[in-house]
């Protein structure tokens, strides 16, 4: 993948950099915060090389990959620092759809921290249940430290990311968020701190996350309002200094407690959710999650489990029944892998199933699973299944991280060693089910007859190869193979039954994907976008379904030899490495005279 070409394509497809006021990725997924998330072009934007496909609810979701923190990188240097100034907003935004996309944009970037040093304790606990490295030693005691940081400073964490998305001063608003972690107020506060004989409550900062959002949410008001107010020849430390001094006593008498009980309340509804409903919560969340990924809808449970994290060092839902659902994947890709003769399928299903069995599962979704009802029927009954034998268990996660093979030891507990053996046995199960359901289910869609995928002539005229098109775009190749023909008339009809894909504003070309999968490009005439449009009449829409023999597009013949123009029709199959072409005869003799290509699926 060209990392630079494909961040320039998505970038141009999203409404340019202007357009985008907030860029950060996942593990597998360019996620972007818009302006104005209409004037995303879906259609070209999954066609750009390396995206495995689009996402547009909150935010607008790429997915790339394994590789999208090059292409991260990539756009990041081509956007720069976001735009001081937001475009005029056309409609009111929607509120609910902005809490969203805040708390996506605060959470997700603290993954990578928090699941590196929670796998490092994980995997400590692991050495130290099998002796060979015991609690005890100072080489352990140091090794915990590093992997009890991330957690331990969540605060000043979540303070940058907050103060990112809210685009104001972040090393203030670190510093105020700080004071809060500072071993000297912690002990001021276990001792009974008063702030002009107004008491303050002994709170546990370090590891908690909403006190800290509260603190920076506060901190960008009272920033815009001092530096609104504040002499410019002062301004550079006045406005700090004062918002330092507003911020934090109200965050320690009033937004810091609040944020904390409101962490707690969080994860001790979902944990008395999940006291009610036990196993079958977890079994319903591991079967719903394909959706939930898919849509991206799975991020606002983050929230949550840091909470969880933070406050009880553990979380018994969310991840134990994500571990389900991506083995699950696993095992359904798998099968597919092995039971396909499709080529192509058979390498897709085998990368993806890997990708999954180590806890990516995004590769699966998009490549094998919403595309086939069946190996999503599997995935649904392994993860239903092996979610429901892993919420039986009560099986806890130690860990903030996409659960897998890789991070099978997030699952290590300190009290329970039958833990991480319960947590293999639901994977086990997950991946058993997903996979022989897969084995029974699949059978490959392949054409049986030898003429089952047929196209009819598009416009009436005489047939030429596409060699002899008088353009080297055409005639070498290069978008595909193909046919050309010289109109007599000018209309083009569709070919057989499909969607329209795209309709170029010139109205000389349009794009068309077949019921069958075939992917056309018709092409009128050669350097007509000249005429801009003049002589072309469109007479369908993107997304529009035509039957075969229907009117895409009526064009004059006469404007275009007026001009001087070649108006050689152009026909292209650009999918063609999953067909073999054979052109149909010009010979009125012919059986079915208006069958000009035949296609076979290549298997």
């Known amino acids: 993948m060209n990392h630079l070409q494909t961040a320039l394509d998505i970038i141009a497809q999203v409404g340019g950099a202007e357009n985008i006021e907030h860029l950060e990725h996942c593990s597998t997924r360019l996620r972007l915060s818009l302006y104005d998330n209409s004037k995303v072009n879906e259609t070209e934007l999954a066609k750009i090389d390396g995206v495995l496909g689009v996402r547009v609810n909150v935010q607008c979701q790429v997915i790339i990959g394994h590789e999208v923190v090059q292409v991260y990188e990539a756009a990041r240097s081509l956007v720069g620092s976001p735009q001081a100034n937001a475009p005029t907003q056309t409609a009111k935004p929607n509120r609910g759809v902005q809490i969203v996309d805040f708390v996506i944009s605060v959470f997700q970037p603290l993954v990578p921290a928090i699941a590196g040093g929670g796998v490092l304790k994980s995997l400590l606990l692991l050495l130290d249940v099998l002796g060979w490295l ?19 400073f969540l605060p000043i964490l979540v303070a940058i990311t907050t103060a990112t998305k809210l685009k104001v001063n972040v090393l203030v608003a670190v510093s105020a968020v700080a004071v809060m972690v500072l071993p000297a107020m912690t002990k001021q506060l276990a001792d009974g701190a008063e702030f002009m004989s107004f008491d303050l409550r002994n709170v546990a900062y370090a590891s908690q996350v909403f006190p800290a959002i509260l603190c920076v949410l506060f901190y960008a008001q009272t920033e815009k309002l001092f ?5 410019g020849a002062l301004r550079i430390f006045l406005s700090p200094m004062l918002s330092l001094l507003v911020t934090v006593p109200v965050t320690l008498l009033i937004l810091g407690p609040l944020g904390y009980e409101l962490g707690a309340g ?89 990708s999954a069995l180590f806890g990516i599962t995004e590769p699966a979704l998009y490549g094998v699973t919403l595309l086939n009802k069946k190996a999503l029927y599997s995935v649904i009954a392994g993860s239903l ?104 008339q000018g209309v083009l009809r569709a070919p057989a039954h499909g969607t329209v894909v795209n309709v170029f504003e010139s109205g000389h070309a349009l794009s068309l994907l077949t019921d069958a999968g075939v992917e056309l490009i018709f092409h009128i ?79």
Not at 340 to 351: I, M, N, P
Not at 544 to 566: C, H, N, P, R
Request: contains cysteine; glycine residues 8%.
């Open 134 to 152: 015991s609690r005890d030693s100072s080489t352990y005691k140091v090794l915990d430290n590093i992997g009890s940081a991330p957690l331990y």
């Open 266 to 354: 969080l994860a001790t509804v979902i944990l008395w959710l999940y006291s009610k409903l036990g196993f079958v919560a977890t079994g319903l969340l591991a079967a719903a999650l394909p959706f939930m990924v898919a849509a991206g809808m799975h991020k606002p449970m983050l929230p949550y489990a840091v909470a969880s994290m933070s406050q009880f060092g553990r979380e018994m839902l969310y991840l134990p029944a994500s571990l389900a659902h991506n083995i699950a994947e696993s095992g359904a890709c798998l099968a597919i892998a092995l039971k396909s003769k499709d080529k192509v399928l058979k390498s897709t299903a085998f990368s993806a199933g890997i």
């Open 525 to 603: 005439g050669i350097d007509t976008i000249r005429l801009q449009g003049e002589g072309f009449h469109p007479r369908v829409k993107e997304g529009q379904q035509v039957k075969e023999g229907d009117v895409l597009i009526e064009f004059s013949l006469d404007t275009i030899t007026a001009a001087g123009l070649d108006p050689v029709v152009v026909m292209v199959v650009t999918n063609g490495e999953r067909f073999s072409l054979t052109p149909g005869s010009n010979n009125n003799k012919d059986t079915h005279p208006h069958i000009i290509m035949t296609l076979k699926e290549s298997v």
């Open 227 to 231: 530096n609104r107010y504040s002499p």
């Open 385 to 488: 299944v092996g979610g429901a034998f892993i919420g039986w268990m009560a099986i806890e996660a130690f860990a903030l991280v996409g659960p897998g093979l890789a991070s099978i030891s997030m699952f290590v507990s300190p009290d329970n060693p039958m833990n991480i053996v319960w947590a293999f046995a639901g994977a086990g199960l997950s991946f058993v089910i997903a996979f022989l359901s897969a084995l029974l289910l699949w059978r490959d869609n392949v054409a049986e007859q030898s003429s089952a995928l047929t196209l009819i002539r598009p416009v009436e005229g005489q047939i030429i190869p596409l060699e002899n098109v008088n353009d080297d775009v055409f005639s070498r190749k290069i978008m595909g193979d193909g046919i050309a023909i010289i109109p007599s």
